[in-house]
Nanobody, 122 residues
Framework: QVQLVESGGGLMQAGGSLRLSCAVS????????MGWFRQAPGKEREFVAATLRGSTTYYADSVKGRFTISRDNAKNTVYLQILSLKPEDTAVYYCAASRLISNLLVENWDYWGQGTQVTVSS
């Protein structure tokens, strides 16, 4: 059973930067596709970024240029670096994992973390 634990969220000022971490246990990170999603109040969970088992990365258009997903297979940890924080980045950020992924939609991911809250004040 894969377990995911996110950390690094908090109350931030607009314009600042943040790095979220997702610690993976139960399976070797290199065997998993990993993704980050977020859910703002009153909205559906949305895709943010993903890294497949190789070096391929994908980003939502809304975050390209500000968000960077990376993985450290030795530490079994995935990161999401966020630059130039905006109030609209306020959401609960979730880490997701899957052994096989055919597309990046929410319903296709097998494992989810509990989420970490990011709040950006203007």
């Amino acid at each position: 059973q894969v377990q995911l634990v996110e950390s690094g969220g908090g109350l931030m000022q607009a314009g600042g930067s943040l790095r979220l971490s997702c610690a993976v246990s139960g399976r070797t990170l290199s065997s998993l596709a990993m993704g980050w999603f977020r859910q703002a109040p009153g909205k559906e969970r949305e895709f943010v970024a993903a890294t497949l088992r190789g070096s391929t990365t994908y980003y939502a258009d809304s975050v390209k240029g500000r968000f960077t997903i990376s993985r450290d297979n030795a530490k079994n940890t995935v990161y999401l670096q966020i630059l130039s924080l905006k109030p609209e980045d306020t959401a609960v950020y979730y880490c997701a994992a899957s052994r096989l992924i055919s597309n990046l939609l929410v319903e296709n991911w097998d494992y989810w973390g509990q989420g970490t809250q990011v709040t950006v004040s203007s």
